[in-house]
């Protein structure tokens, strides 16, 4: 999902559809936001619905993999954590004509880069779920930043 909201609390209705998905063996992945300004020291956070416990947030990345400037920081609470990371600085892209392309930025375009690679390793695998959320986040390339920073790594393929 590439929708948020700038709020702290995990809403419960988000909470509760992310719990429904794993309990059936679907993983929903949000981006954890861009309201951050890591260039003046304001890490900012994890906004609704990623800040839900039971909904994998995603953070972005620059192309020297550290934390993109915008790209939101965990809170110091259950839920609201960043849980892995993907490309999302100047990511190009499609764009209505008479544009065609076009770099954007933002955990928004980290997601779908998270959610692709999700859906690849569920074919590999056959993992569905929480299991799926573990095989990401183990499969994940560790950075050399705080875990609060980019969750478990950079989402990577199967080989």
């Known amino acids: 999902m590439s929708l948020g909201a700038d709020v702290m609390q995990a809403h419960p209705p988000y909470s ?17 936001g861009n309201n951050a300004d890591r260039r003046s020291g304001k890490p900012g956070f994890v906004g609704a619905p990623a800040n839900s416990p039971e909904i994998m947030a995603v953070g972005a990345l620059d192309q020297q993999l550290e934390m993109a400037f915008f790209s939101a920081r965990s ?15 100047q990511v190009l892209s499609s764009w209505p004509m008479p544009t065609r392309y076009r770099s ?22 056959g993992r569905r779920g929480l299991e799926l959320w573990a095989t990401l986040c183990q499969e994940s390339e560790r ?13 990577l393929a199967p080989q």
């Open 104 to 125: 954007i930025s933002g955990t928004s375009m980290a997601t779908p880069h998270v959610a692709g690679i999700a859906a690849l390793w569920a074919e590999e695998t």
């Open 75 to 89: 809170l110091p609470a259950r839920g609201g954590q960043v849980d892995i990371a993907g490309p999302g600085f």
């Open 143 to 155: 950075l050399m930043m705080p875990s609060v920073d980019a969750g478990c790594g950079l989402c």
């Open 16 to 32: 509760a559809a992310g719990a429904r998905a794993l309990e059936k063996g679907s993983l929903i992945i949000a981006a954890a």
